[in-house]
């Protein structure tokens, strides 16, 4: 293994690196946009504005320019499914998602005033509202596939599918209350009581 002068290994200092212009290109592009409006900056300006090659900006973000609003996806999802699979032992699974979204409205990221800018840029712009929409099934997708998982059941089951669209919804109808805590805390503890009856029924017969 490659080795710095000072023993780190080099790995960590080019991850480092490839993180910080990552950023540099979300938040390069954040500010373009919020400034000028999503249509009138292009990817060639948020490059110069990074100080990177716009081929450099396509291998950090080849989905293009909506995925540069969106620079936290992957690890969103992650977050999410690691919320359901590596919840505390006697934690329920409506318990630990209710735990998880409590943290992403109340997270420093979510209170930063750039936040509400961004959630008004994108509801405004069609591309980026129907990126916002794609994103959230893989999501959706994704948290189902990880309940089904964990409670045994098939990955195209119902209940998974509907638990995971209706929870996953509860982070935007908390978006639009002006106490986003007591509106997560009130729609979990509802689907949970749906969440809670049904997963004790057994499962349908198989054809």
């Not at 060639?44 to 293009?64: C, K, M, W």
């Not at 007591?182 to 198989?206: H, K, Y």
Request: proline share 6%.
């Amino acid at each position: 293994m490659d080795e710095t002068i000072d023993g780190a290994p080099s790995g960590g200092r080019r991850a480092r690196k490839k993180a910080a212009t990552r950023q540099a290109l979300a938040d390069a592009a954040l500010r373009l946009f919020l400034e000028r409006g999503y249509e009138h900056v292009g990817v060639r300006e948020i490059a110069e504005v990074a100080d990177v090659s716009v081929s450099t900006l396509f291998n950090y973000f080849p989905q293009g320019k909506e995925a540069l609003v969106f620079d936290e996806d992957a690890d969103n999802e992650e977050a999410l499914i690691r919320a359901v699979t590596d919840r505390p032992p006697g934690r329920t699974i409506p318990e630990a998602l209710r735990s998880h979204f409590t943290g992403f409205v109340t997270s420093a990221h979510t209170r930063d005033p750039r936040f509400a800018g961004l959630r008004q840029l994108v509801r405004q712009t069609p591309a980026l509202r129907a990126y916002a929409r794609a994103m959230s099934l893989r999501h959706e997708t994704a948290l189902a596939s990880a309940l089904a998982d964990e409670t045994g059941r098939p990955h195209d089951d119902l209940l998974c599918a509907a638990y995971a669209r209706f929870t996953l919804d509860t982070l935007a109808f908390a978006g639009t209350r002006p106490d986003p805590v007591a509106a997560i805390e009130q729609a979990c503890l509802l689907l949970e009581q749906g969440w809670t009856a049904s997963v004790t029924r057994p499962g349908p017969d198989p054809a």
